[in-house]
């Protein structure tokens, strides 16, 4: 199995940071897994414009089962679905996607774009009808499993402001959890995440504050210092002691916030290897581009 990152900003697409070249490009929430005959992409932010490009392109080479995608979403915030509703391959009838999504996120989504909601066009002016690359909307509950191929697909519910939906992706022995967007229920480890993630070869998940940024001590970037309680993100550290207690080989953080210079985000990246020690898992803040073979 291939997982490669399309977009680690997390919040809003932000591709010139004030100081440093750009981490990761600035694209917001986006994974590519690939195993023979079959492609599943998590989430649909800016990054799965270019995910799109890349799928266009296998297409015109003549890989006829580029064509159909699994993509499985987390939760309907903007940040991971606005590359949804503006890649061409939404638009391309060539294209099969079916969508999976908790019951909370289907609603969410019929409420943006089904021409029969009274909200459809306040946001943007496509509609469901336009996106006919969109063959299949599928329900998934939470906690549920269902199977993509040969893999096994868990879910769990996580800890975010109108719900979001983890993901542990199991195929040929090894599994890759993806959990974002998720808040930590207190500081150190989140018990529920670090059970759903036992043994897991890769945990993907996103620590977009550090604790003192996320208690009010230090700022971000240019900006005043502020409580992030309650906003539906974790921290780095209760991050790494997670993924220690879970026993996973390695850690990938995203959903980088997109105001942190990017010679703060690699510094942060050596300080949470420092962290983790020698027990824990090989950390590292995910790249946009950047492609991790699994098993
Ligand atoms: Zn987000
Ligand atoms: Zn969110």
């Given at each position: 199995?291939?997982?490669?990152?399309?977009?680690?900003?997390?919040?809003?697409?932000?591709?010139?940071?004030?100081?440093?070249?750009?981490?990761?490009?600035?694209?917001?929430?986006?994974?590519?897994?690939?195993?023979?005959?079959?492609?599943?992409?998590?989430?649909?932010?800016?990054?799965?414009?270019?995910?799109?490009?890349?799928?266009?392109?296998?297409?015109?080479?003549g890989h006829e089962e580029s064509r159909s995608?699994?993509?499985?979403?987390?939760?309907?915030?903007?940040?991971?679905?606005?590359?949804?509703?503006?890649?061409?391959?939404?638009?391309?009838?060539?294209?099969?996607?079916?969508?999976?999504?908790?019951?909370?996120?289907?609603?969410?989504?019929?409420?943006?774009?089904?021409?029969?909601?009274?909200?459809?066009?306040?946001?943007?002016?496509?509609?469901?009808?336009?996106?006919?690359?969109?063959?299949?909307?599928?329900?998934?509950?939470?906690?549920?499993?269902?199977?993509?191929?040969?893999?096994?697909?868990?879910?769990?519910?996580?800890?975010?402001?109108?719900?979001?939906?983890?993901?542990?992706?199991?195929?040929?022995?090894?599994?890759?959890?993806?959990?974002?967007?998720?808040?930590?229920?207190?500081?150190?480890?989140?018990?529920?995440?670090?059970?759903?993630?036992?043994?897991?070869?890769?945990?993907?998940?996103?620590?977009?504050?550090?604790?003192?940024?996320?208690?009010?001590?230090?700022?971000?970037?240019?900006?005043?210092?502020?409580?992030?309680?309650g906003w539906g993100h974790s921290t780095m550290e209760d991050c790494v002691a997670?993924?220690?207690?879970?026993?996973?080989?390695?850690?990938?953080?995203?959903?980088?916030?997109?105001?942190?210079?990017?010679?703060?985000?690699?510094?942060?990246?050596?300080?949470?290897?420092?962290?983790?020690?020698?027990?824990?898992?090989?950390?590292?803040?995910?790249?946009?581009?950047?492609?991790?073979?699994?098993?």
């Amino acid at each position: 199995m291939l997982a490669r990152f399309w977009g680690v900003t997390g919040t809003v697409s932000l591709p010139t940071p004030a100081t440093g070249s750009p981490m990761p490009a600035g694209n917001t929430t986006c994974l590519g897994l690939e195993w023979p005959g079959r492609t599943v992409v998590y989430d649909a932010g800016t990054g799965f414009i270019r995910f799109g490009e890349y799928l266009l392109d296998l297409m015109a080479q003549g890989h006829e089962e580029s064509r159909s995608i699994d993509l499985i979403m987390s939760h309907c915030h903007l940040d991971h679905i606005n590359g949804l509703l503006f890649s061409p391959l939404t638009y391309d009838k060539r294209v099969r996607i079916t969508l999976r999504a908790c019951p909370a996120t289907l609603s969410a989504l019929h409420k943006l774009l089904d021409p029969s909601s009274s909200s459809c066009r306040t946001f943007l002016p496509s509609t469901f009808p336009d996106m006919v690359a969109i063959k299949e909307m599928v329900t998934v509950e939470p906690g549920s499993s269902f199977n993509l191929g040969d893999a096994k697909v868990e879910t769990m519910a996580l800890r975010h402001p109108g719900g979001s939906l983890g993901f542990r992706v199991s195929l040929g022995g090894v599994s890759m959890v993806l959990a974002s967007d998720n808040e930590h229920p207190g500081p150190r480890v989140d018990p529920a995440l670090a059970r759903f993630s036992e043994g897991a070869q890769v945990l993907y998940t996103e620590g977009q504050y550090t604790r003192r940024e996320y208690d009010g001590l230090d700022a971000i970037g240019n900006g005043l210092p502020m409580p992030r309680k309650g906003w539906g993100h974790s921290t780095m550290e209760d991050c790494v002691a997670t993924a220690t207690a879970a026993g996973c080989q390695r850690l990938f953080l995203g959903h980088h916030d997109p105001l942190r210079p990017l010679d703060k985000l690699e510094a942060l990246g050596i300080a949470m290897k420092d962290l983790a020690g020698r027990n824990g898992p090989l950390v590292e803040m995910a790249r946009e581009g950047q492609a991790i073979h699994l098993g």
